[in-house]
């Protein structure tokens, strides 16, 4: 099932997500729904809190970066064959993330997100994660990432923290989109894919 994607200046998506049980009510087509809403909006990454659920949960499948990459002229190819063979696979599900060690060196990319249609910003992080989670077996994993792995699991976490990437850039510019986002929060704002104007709005 498709469900509608919460827009920017909804309370739900600055809300810390709260964690979840194995008994979840629900969990598994919740998980289902969630990706297919992911895919419907072709993103790389959905958590909880951008279908209205404030709990600890996304999920993530990177392949898209990987098809992009072949696409791309050899000289303007941007990843190793390492990495896109991984991102080729990279399709999780994190249940009750946590990020126990950010490092590695502060690295630009231009995100965009699913909440906040038609902008996009550089975003600084650094270049590797290290993450303890919940699989949807709910068998507990810890593993690290990098480069644009690390980046979507970033940008999918600080969404279970109630943060957004916005957060995360210079406060010129988010001076300079500030209208933009106002306009979301009013609903003006046309998306290639179902949404939900924030609740009050």
């Known amino acids: 099932m498709i469900l509608p994607i919460v827009l920017y200046g909804d309370p739900v998506l600055r809300k810390m997500g709260a964690e979840i049980k194995k008994d979840f009510p629900g969990l598994e087509s919740l998980i289902a729904n969630m990706y297919e809403t992911m895919y419907e909006a072709q993103g790389v990454g959905l958590a909880a809190p951008q279908i209205g659920k404030a709990i600890r949960l996304f999920v993530v499948d990177a392949s898209p ?33 946590k990020i126990v060690d950010e490092q590695g060196e502060e690295w ?7 909440s906040i249609p038609k902008i996009r910003e550089d975003v600084i992080r650094l270049s590797k994660v ?9 068998e507990k994993c810890v593993e690290e990432f990098d480069g644009l792995a690390a980046r979507i699991i970033q940008h999918e976490y600080d ?7 916005t957060d995360r850039i210079s406060p010129l510019r988010r001076k300079l989109i500030s ?19 924030p609740s009050g709005k």
Do not use: P
Not at 108 to 114: P, S, T, V
Not at 159 to 165: A, P, T, V
Not at 179 to 197: E, F, H, P, Q, S
């Open 159 to 165: 969404h279970i923290e109630g943060k957004l990437f």
């Open 65 to 97: 970066f990987a098809e992009d990459d072949e696409d791309a002229d050899e000289k303007e190819s941007t990843l190793s064959k390492e990495e896109k063979a991984f991102l080729k696979t990279f399709k999780k599900v994190f249940i009750n993330a």
């Open 108 to 114: 630009k990319f231009n995100e965009g997100c699913l």
């Open 179 to 197: 209208g933009k986002l106002t306009d979301i929060t009013k609903g003006k704002v046309r998306a290639d894919y179902k949404t939900k104007v």
């Open 130 to 138: 290290k993450v303890e989670y919940y699989n949807e077996k709910f």
